[in-house]
């Protein structure tokens, strides 16, 4: 079994500004995939799980020839992590009928599953902020599917249906995937925002141990109990929301707090790849700490993790895979 992390979209909401010649190369919206592959199918292919669906993300999974998404995972409604939704599940409906042969869209219906999405009760229902007020007429395409418990480990299966506890693993599946939301502070026009942590399992290699993966969506701050969290330390992976190198706004950690917790999370002994997401800087500009808008030789200067030899600390790629060890 192979895990893979794509990072489709490593950019902040506005990614470049109007009339400045690009001197950053990061422009999608926010979108990362966990895509589950057995041992010599082709990169792309597999189980995939979509966490958030900023355009262009379908633009470059097309492009990077991987399947459609089974199941999406949404960390907050905000714009830039959802920009994609709408061509999302139109383009996912439509590649189902090309593929099996279908030309009558009423019949597509009722013979695909529509897409289950996943997230915080609020940030699928809220009645003003909710992803279901904007994408509401998308119902039938995407099953809306609430999480209602925090920090409780709960199976899904690719029908999206979720239980508490461990999965019912069936002889068919390839694996186990299970996961859990944690909530963190944002911005009050982002309810039910949360992070998620995912893990995984095979009946058919139980001598299969792959760590956790963590997503963390954008966050200011979270409260003790969830930065305590047992289920952060030493994971594979974490992608985590870096907004700014050092200006501390209201709704993001920059990165001089993320090191901190990469410190805290990641004991030193374990192999762990962590993914800064969300590359902004503008705020870096605005308060004068860079004469210009930080770019790639910037982050990474900035992102530089010297002490713990075993954590890699990079910026993420627009496009980029990364195989889990
Ligand atoms: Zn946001
Ligand atoms: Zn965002």
């Not at 999302?88 to 597509?108: I, Q, Y």
């Not at 309810?191 to 009946?203: A, D, H």
Request: aromatic fraction near 8%; charge should be negative; glycine fraction near 8%.
């Amino acid at each position: 079994m192979n895990i893979d992390i794509w990072t489709w979209g490593t950019g902040g909401p506005f990614g470049r500004e109007l009339g400045v010649v690009p001197e950053r190369r990061r422009r999608g919206h926010t979108a990362t995939s966990i895509i589950i592959s057995e041992e010599g199918e082709d990169r792309g292919r597999g189980a995939h799980i979509l966490i958030d669906a900023g355009a262009p993300c379908v633009e470059m999974m097309i492009e990077k020839g991987v399947s459609a998404p089974d199941l999406l995972f949404l960390t907050h409604p905000h714009f830039d992590h959802v920009s994609d939704l709408d061509r999302l599940a139109n383009s996912r409906m439509r590649g189902l009928m090309v593929k099996n042969g279908v030309r009558d869209f009423k019949e597509a219906k009722s013979i695909f599953r529509p897409l289950a999405v996943v997230g915080a009760e609020d940030c699928l229902h809220h009645p003003k902020d909710g992803i279901r007020a904007r994408f509401g007429y998308l119902e039938g395409l995407v099953r809306w599917t609430p999480i209602s418990n925090y920090d409780l480990w709960q199976s899904v299966n690719l029908e999206g249906s979720i239980q508490p506890g461990q999965p019912q693993v069936r002889a068919e599946d390839l694996f186990s995937l299970e996961f859990k939301a944690l909530p963190v502070r944002h911005s009050r026009h982002a309810p039910g925002s949360c992070l998620f942590i995912f893990r995984f399992g095979s009946e058919k290699k139980e001598d299969l141990q792959i760590r956790n993966v963590v997503i963390s969506g954008d966050f200011k701050s979270m409260e003790d109990w969830v930065a305590e969290s047992p289920d952060l330390l030493d994971p594979a992976c974490i992608v985590l929301d870096s907004n700014t190198i050092r200006s501390k706004g209201n709704y993001h950690a920059c990165l001089e707090e993320n090191k901190a917790r990469i410190h805290r999370w990641c004991s030193g002994d374990e192999e762990v790849l962590v993914l800064l997401n969300h590359l902004s800087g503008f705020g870096d500009y605005l308060e004068g700490f860079y004469d210009h808008v930080p770019d790639d030789d910037d982050w990474n200067a900035a992102a530089d993790l010297a002490q713990k030899p075993k954590v890699t600390v990079r910026i993420a790629e627009d496009g980029g895979c990364y195989r889990l060890k």
